[in-house]
């Protein structure tokens, strides 16, 4: 059952979940149409290259599919599919990746809620500066070294729990502290 979002329920993931696991083709495409788009646009975050990044979550499908007897019983179905996707990848395409972050970080909507009470001119200036902003901080974050990049994309972008985050870089819960620290430190830096 889809929420007021437009979302599915977490109850309905995890039947979605137990009937793939069980060999029914439903679960399988609830499932397909609930995370694909998600694992694409988490997939470009890895690699920019859409076609590659297509055919792994077009893959990471398949492989649900051929192997859905042995699927565990998982407790967070999402990070089961990034991790999923991201060891997809990188089994793949074993060289340097070419990393990206989206250019718009928030969106503009939340940008127009702050200012609609303002002048026409007033909200232009505000929204150029913000703007330019994000530009600036979008650019920093691709400066950024891949292991600390991953984890401000799995933290902030994604809203992984550290200890999410941790269980899907295959790192201990301090290396994820210490790497999300350093990233937010260099760009505090870079953007003062």
């Known amino acids: 059952m889809k929420n007021l979002k437009g979302q599915i329920d977490l109850y309905d993931i995890d039947l979605l979940w137990k009937q ?7 679960g399988l495409a609830g499932l397909y149409r609930h995370y694909s788009k998600m694992l694409f646009i988490h ?3 890895i690699n920019s290259n859409r076609e590659f990044i ?14 859905h007897q042995s699927l565990p019983a998982v407790e967070n179905i999402k990070l089961y599919f990034f991790k999923s996707l991201r060891n997809k990848i ?5 060289k340097e990746f070419k990393w990206t972050i989206e250019e718009s ?7 127009e809620a702050c200012y ?9 200036i ?4 913000e703007d330019l902003l994000q530009r600036k901080l979008a650019y920093k974050l691709k400066e950024l070294p891949i292991r600390q990049k991953e984890v401000i994309q799995y933290l902030f972008f994604e809203n992984f729990s ?3 985050t941790s269980k899907l870089m295959g790192i201990n819960l301090r290396s994820v502290y210490t790497l999300a620290w350093k990233a937010i430190s260099s760009l505090k830096k870079s953007m003062s």
Not at 20 to 26: E, F, N
Not at 54 to 67: A, G, P, S
Not at 116 to 124: A, D, I, P, R
Request: proline share 0%; net charge negative.
């Open 43 to 45: 997939g470009l975050t």
């Open 54 to 67: 297509q055919d792994c979550v077009q893959e990471v499908y398949i492989d649900l599919w051929k192997y």
């Open 20 to 26: 793939l696991r069980s060999g029914d083709k439903a």
């Open 105 to 111: 970080i928030e969106s503009l909507e939340s940008v």
């Open 90 to 94: 990188y089994k793949e395409h074993k």
């Open 126 to 129: 505000n929204f150029q500066r």
């Open 116 to 124: 609609s009470s303002e002048s026409n001119e007033s909200f232009l």
């Open 162 to 164: 550290y200890e999410e």
